[in-house]
């Protein structure tokens, strides 16, 4: 069962700190991963995507990928209460047709 | 441009009554996903399917039943609706297995 590990949370940070989100799979031969927030009631949207090792910046947010490691994160720079959400680490499969989530992280961001 | 939409948004039934869920695209992807999300679990894939005419068990495919009828449309069919069916239910569609864009959902409750 090829699965997608994420630290349920909540994680509560100030405003205007960063938010440090990890993901840890066990599929080694995914090559696409992505990171989705979902506000609650409502559907997941793509924050972003990351597909060679290292980091990809985007705005305020920082994705890292480590394939040795099997490992991504995902980092908010100042962040928002409006940033306060639940955020899914995504992996395609080996096979490429499947995307495996994670339970997601519930962010907290206290004004 | 709607995007996916999703009918209905809401729905309740009762066990052993049976129901279809309607999902449409108007993005031209060529993939269609059904998954549920219950809390704590995060998103789980129940069928999808990579191109028009063909579909595919996802990781939860017992109870379910679907058709892609068209590039656009991909339907979900609960014959016997069942408690454990109780769920949040999103349709997705990306092109090329690449970022997934989600319905509203569909909120369903089995008594």
């Known amino acids: 069962q090829k699965e997608v590990e994420q630290n349920s949370g909540p994680l509560s940070v100030p405003e205007g700190a960063i938010a440090s989100l990890n993901c840890t799979y066990s599929?080694?031969?995914?090559?696409?991963f992505f990171w989705y927030r979902q506000y609650s009631g409502k559907s997941p949207e793509l924050i972003m995507f990351?597909?060679?090792?290292g980091d990809k910046e985007d705005g305020r947010f920082t994705a890292q990928l480590n394939k040795a490691s099997q490992y991504v994160s995902l980092l908010i720079r100042d962040s928002q209460p409006s940033d306060s959400a639940t955020y899914l680490c995504?992996?395609?499969?080996?096979?490429?047709?499947?995307?495996?989530f994670g339970a997601g992280t519930r962010l907290f961001v206290k004004a | 441009n709607a995007g996916v939409t999703q009918t209905p948004k809401f729905q309740v039934l009762k066990t052993g009554q049976s129901m279809t869920l309607q999902c449409a695209q108007d993005m031209n992807h060529n993939s269609m996903y059904w998954y549920r999300q219950d809390p704590g679990m995060g998103l789980r894939l129940i069928y999808y399917s990579a191109s028009e005419g063909t579909t595919d068990k996802g990781e939860v495919p017992n109870g379910y039943n679907v058709s892609r009828l068209n590039k656009r449309e991909f339907s979900l069919r609960l014959e016997s609706a069942a408690p454990s069916q109780t769920s949040v239910y999103f349709c997705?569609?990306?092109?090329?297995?690449?970022?997934?864009?989600f319905g509203p959902g569909t909120r369903l409750t089995v008594l």
């Open positions: 990351i597909y060679s090792n």
């Open positions: 599929d080694r031969g995914s090559q696409s």
């Open positions: 997705a569609s990306s092109e090329n297995r690449d970022t997934q864009y």
């Open positions: 995504a992996v395609i499969d080996t096979g490429g047709f499947k995307t495996i």
